[in-house]
Structures are given as structure tokens and as C-alpha cells.
């Protein structure tokens, strides 16, 4: 069986229960498929960021990566669970704002930020990190424009591959992010911010990827960052703060192995002590941005089984209530996933299948050959680990409504995404008057 994440438990009815509640009931309550989010393993794991670094690195800071799924009750979670907030747009930080979540906490990314973006953060006190070259004149004046300084990081890349995807692998030198720090590429950006009058350098940032297993890639990262860094002080640059970005992978199929969030933050605090005190530097402020490793586990899709088509000696498809449109991951990187008959968890997996979506597409496919229990038309099927990039990447493909997002806990279910419903695909819609 797929292993089962958080809060999920099987009823003696066979039916999958998560944070209390059955999700049977809920898939065919819905006429498309329904986001479900585990709000007490969603908190377990911010909770279990915040008190390792509190424990072994106080001067520190984590912020929830809001690209992995952003809305306004989210941005409530974390803000109640002490963490800050990263934001990559316009739109991310305008939710945020919208919430009346705390601005000294959020920390806006971006490679291609346009000057509405950088005014909206500047005017809010948000934290900018500065990507390229063309971003420090831009920054610079737009804070004499406003006559408001400030703070920034600038995003450097350690020039090393991680061990993922190619997609997700950003700290590599042929990145559209950041500064290199060959031919002191990196070195010329922050004595540029250094000299702007309202600009304040407080540090860099790097990421190296995203749904990392193997540590290797930051252990080498962070030996880089602390040659640059002593380089910097010894140009009386001094850096107070260290962004190690995000990465940790999470559980999608039973063969993914991460290390837990308490083990992973440990041994980055490890390897700062270490290369930090080996050059004699002053420890500073650490920051993280984890995004997947939190909320990834934390989300199930569910949706109905309709149609089920077999070639005979090729392949047997049962088709769904949603498809690319919901989750475009599988077509996009070739993400796998685990899953199960949610009214029927007692049964043995044994019939392999192909799971299509209903977007007219031959891509369309959300798992190929997973072995499931004789899966029928009307069953529910559970898509586990969809919380991170699922309903953020979403799309009215097809013109298919985007699924709601609920959130459950104690055998409570909210809304914390209404459902679309086809007036709302519509609802931008305009026909010109010369058309009618």
C-alpha cells in the first residue's frame, strides 16, 4: 500500500480518512475534483522547522515558500506558527498584504520583478532580494523616487548542480537566477548596492533546487558561500545575513527516501558553524525558504473514476473527474505519484493501470501503471503528496473549473478555495459590441 501521510487513517468501512474526515464523501459531494489539506501535519512540519533552528541556530528566520501554495488562509497558518513569508510576485505579496500578514517577515524573489512589484514591496517593508544588474538601478530608483530606503539580499549561485530534476536545479552557473561569482561577477553587484544611498545590503541568498535527497550539493554551496563571504570582509563588506533558500524533498512514491526536516536543518547549521568558524567569520543571521517540504505531504487530491478503456495486451485506462488541468506536474517534469482506492483501503493492489485525465490531450496522463485495487467506475481515487504546486499551477484548460482547496482537522472541513464554477471561468470574458 502507499504509504499514508499526517493524519490519514482507514475506516473500518475501508473508506480513507484524513484530519478526521472521509474524503469519499467528499469527492462525490463534488462534481470535479477537490485539493484536501491536512492542516495538523501542515503545521507539524512548520512547527518542526521553527523549533530546530530555535534550538540549534536562534539568530534565524524561516520563511514558508508561498509559491507552493498561496492563499489567505495559508498566509494565517503560517504567520500563527511564527514563520515569515516568501514571495515571487506581485500577486503573492499582494495576498499577503491583504491578510494583514506581518511585512518585517516577507522576503520578495523574483527574476524579472516589474517596477509596480518593487514599489508595492518597498512601500510595505518587505525584504527585496536583488537578481541582476538591470534589478540595482531599478531598485535604486525607485526608493529615491519614494524616498524610502530598503533592505536587500542579492541572490548569488554557488555554481553547483543538485541532484534533481534539471527544472528544479537552480544553483548552477546556466541559471536565469542570480549572480556568479566567477570573473567577480557578484562581487561588482554588491559594491554597486553598497554605494546606493537608500539601498541597505544585508546578505545573500542561494538556492541549488528543489526536491533534494542527497545534502552533498549544499555541504559544497555553503563551503563556496563562506570563501566569497570572507572575500567580501576583507573588502570590509560585511555580510549579516545568510538565505540557504529551500530544497528538502518529500515522500511522492514509496521510493523516495528524505531525511526529516530536523535532521536536514541540523546538518546545515552543521555545515555553517563549521566553514563559518574554520575562516574565522562572525556567524550571521540564517534564513531558509522551505516550500514543498512543508506543505507537499500535507495535500491529497481526490476525484472520481468515470470511464475505463483497456487495449487489449497494451494497457488498461481508467480515466478521472480532473486531469492536467488540476496537475500539470506529470507532464510537465514527469512527476510520479502514489495513490490509492479511497472507498475500498482494505484491498489488495494488484491490477496495473494507467490513470488519465479527461483534457484533450494524449499527455494527459496523472500516473502510469500504478498498481491499484481493481478500480471501477464511480470509485474515488486519492492522489497523495499534491499540496505543494498542484492548485498553484493550475489551469482552466479546456475551460475545466479549477478545484476548490479544503482544509481539514478534527473531523472539520472548510473552504479555504471555493470551488470554480463555469461563471467564474467566464467572468473576464467581454464581447465587443461590433461582435453582437
Same mark, same amino acid.
Given at each position: 500500500m502507499a504509504v499514508l501521510h499526517g493524519t490519514m487513517k482507514v475506516k473500518d468501512n475501508g473508506h480513507l480518512l484524513i484530519g478526521g474526515v472521509d474524503v469519499v464523501e467528499v469527492a462525490r459531494e463534488s462534481e470535479f475534483p477537490v485539493y484536501v489539506l491536512d492542516e495538523e501535519l501542515l503545521r507539524k512540519n512548520m512547527r518542526e522547522y521553527r523549533k530546530t533552528f530555535e =534550538?540549534?541556530? @536562534? #539568530?534565524s528566520m524561516v520563511h514558508y515558500a508561498s509559491k507552493a501554495l498561496m492563499t489567505l488562509a495559508m498566509c494565517k497558518i503560517v504567520e500563527s !506558527?511564527? %514563520?515569515?513569508?516568501?514571495v515571487v510576485s506581485g500577486g503573492e505579496l499582494y495576498t499577503a498584504i491583504k491578510a494583514g500578514f506581518p511585512m518585517d517577515k516577507v522576503v520578495m524573489h523574483g527574476n524579472n520583478k516589474s517596477v509596480n512589484e518593487i514599489k508595492m514591496g518597498i512601500e510595505n517593508g518587505v525584504k527585496i532580494v536583488i537578481d541582476n544588474f538591470y534589478e540595482i538601478e531599478l531598485v535604486d530608483k525607485?526608493?529615491? !523616487? %519614494? #524616498?524610502?530606503?530598503?533592505d536587500v539580499l542579492l541572490r548569488i549561485k554557488p555554481g553547483i548542480h543538485a541532484d534533481t530534476h534539471?527544472?528544479?536545479?537552480?544553483?548552477?552557473?546556466d541559471s536565469k537566477f542570480g549572480f556568479i561569482i566567477k570573473e567577480d561577477t557578484a562581487k561588482k553587484a554588491i559594491k554597486q548596492v553598497v554605494e546606493k544611498e537608500l539601498i541597505n545590503f544585508k546578505g545573500i541568498h542561494m538556492h541549488i533546487g528543489s526536491q533534494i535527497f542527497n545534502v552533498t550539493g549544499y555541504e559544497k554551496s555553503i563551503e563556496i558561500m563562506a570563501d566569497f563571504i570572507k572575500e567580501l570582509k576583507e573588502e570590509n563588506i560585511i555580510v549579516k545575513e545568510f538565505d540557504l533558500g529551500g530544497g528538502l524533498g518529500v515522500i511522492y512514491t514509496q521510493e523516495d527516501d528524505p531525511m526529516s526536516i530536523t535532521d536536514f536543518v541540523k546538518l546545515l547549521i552543521e555545515y555553517v558553524k563549521r566553514e563559518f568558524e574554520k575562516? !574565522? %567569520?562572525? %556567524? @550571521?543571521?540564517l534564513m531558509v525558504e522551505p516550500g514543498r517540504s512543508i506543505v507537499g505531504e500535507a495535500g491529497t487530491t481526490v476525484y472520481q473514476v468515470g470511464s475505463i478503456t483497456e487495449v487489449p495486451g497494451i494497457r488498461k485506462y481508467i480515466a478521472i473527474n480532473g486531469g492536467m488541468g488540476d496537475n500539470i506536474r506529470p507532464a510537465l517534469y514527469g512527476s510520479k505519484y502514489d495513490a490509492v482506492i479511497a472507498n475500498r483501503m482494505n484491498g489488495k493492489e494488484e491490477e496495473l493501470v494507467t490513470v488519465a485525465g479527461k483534457c484533450c490531450e494524449t499527455g494527459d496522463i496523472i500516473l502510469k501503471?500504478? =498498481?491499484?485495487? !481493481? @478500480? =471501477?467506475s464511480g470509485d474515488v481515487l486519492a492522489v497523495f503528496t499534491t499540496g505543494a504546486y498542484n492548485y498553484t499551477m493550475a489551469s482552466n484548460y479546456n475551460r475545466l473549473p479549477i @478545484?476548490?482547496?479544503m482544509l481539514v482537522n478534527n473531523g472539520q472541513k472548510e473552504w479555504i478555495v471555493k470551488p470554480q464554477s463555469y461563471e467564474d471561468i467566464l467572468r473576464n470574458d467581454i464581447i465587443p459590441e461590433r461582435l453582437k
Open positions: =534550538k540549534y541556530y @536562534p #539568530n !506558527e511564527g %514563520l515569515g513569508i516568501d525607485i526608493t529615491k !523616487e %519614494l #524616498n524610502k530606503s530598503v534539471h527544472y528544479v536545479s537552480t544553483g548552477h552557473e575562516r !574565522e %567569520l562572525e %556567524l @550571521p543571521k501503471d500504478i =498498481k491499484l485495487n !481493481e @478500480p =471501477k @478545484p476548490g482547496v
